[in-house]
Nanobody
Framework: QVQLVESGGGLVQPGGSLRLSCTAS????????MGWYRQAPGKQRELVAT???????MYGDFVKGRFTISRDKAKNTLYLQMVSLRLEDTAAYYC?????????WGQGTQVTVSS
């Protein structure tokens, strides 16, 4: 059993920044990859960024250098630093962990970009 708890979401103006955190607990062995996904109202969930256990990162096309994913293994925490936020970045952001034995999701944290 794995628990993922996201934090750091909120209301920000266009052009602003936020840092999301995801803290993992429980049976966190055999991790293949962790990542951030997002889902806006009426839209499908989409990949934002992932990072493998070896530190290889991948980003969604829309990120265009604005977001950075990182992981602190000692703290069992995943981060997503977001800068130059746009109105279209408004969504619920979810943390995901893929292990050898399956996939787990957090409950999500809301990011709202609005002037």
């Amino acid at each position: 059993q794995v628990q993922l708890v996201e934090s750091g979401g909120g209301l920000v103006q266009p052009g602003g920044s936020l840092r999301l955190s995801c803290t993992a607990s429980g049976n966190i062995f055999g991790i293949i990859r962790m990542g951030w996904y997002r889902q806006a109202p009426g839209k499908q969930r989409e990949l934002v960024a992932t990072i493998t256990s070896d530190g290889v990162t991948m980003y969604g096309d829309f990120v265009k250098g604005r977001f950075t994913i990182s992981r602190d293994k000692a703290k069992n925490t995943l981060y997503l630093q977001m800068v130059s936020l746009r109105l279209e970045d408004t969504a619920a952001y979810y943390c995901n962990m893929q292990r050898l034995t399956g996939s787990s999701w957090g409950q999500g944290t809301q990011v709202t970009v609005s002037s």
